[in-house]
């Protein structure tokens, strides 16, 4: 018999076999395996953001997002074996990636005129 238990990271009420011993449910755990990956795509949105506001190529940046965001499917689709949640829970933090990297983060780095950004991305 299974029971009910509340997710540590999400509140969401959901069944203990699928948590792990943190008490964690599945999209968490996707959540957690992705975050390296995720702070990485996070700093590369805020570099093409930048380098778009410069009028510079951004061809490289999407190239490196497309790789990235590549690893990061591979991983959610090998957890999450329900495809459509896979997809979702792909679309909603590759998109809150974006979102956080074009707010706080692309605010904080964008360069006045002959400043360097030094040690951008350090705090990742
Ligand atoms: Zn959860």
């Given at each position: ?49 930048r380098?778009l506001r410069a ?70």
């Amino acid at each position: 018999m299974s029971i009910r238990v509340t997710c540590r990271g999400c509140g969401t009420e959901v069944d203990s076999s699928e948590c792990d011993r943190q008490v964690r449910c599945g999209a968490c755990q996707v959540k957690a395996s992705i975050a390296v990956e995720l702070a990485e795509y996070r700093r590369l949105w805020a570099k093409r953001t930048r380098y778009l506001r410069a009028g510079a190529s951004i061809a490289g940046c999407d190239r490196q997002l497309g790789r990235l965001a590549k690893r990061i499917a591979g991983k959610v689709h090998q957890r999450l074996l329900n495809a459509r949640q896979a997809a979702e829970v792909l679309n909603e933090e590759l998109s809150r990636a974006r979102q956080r990297a074009d707010t706080a983060d692309g605010r904080i780095l964008v360069p006045r005129q002959g400043q360097e950004v030094i040690g951008s991305g350090a705090r990742a």
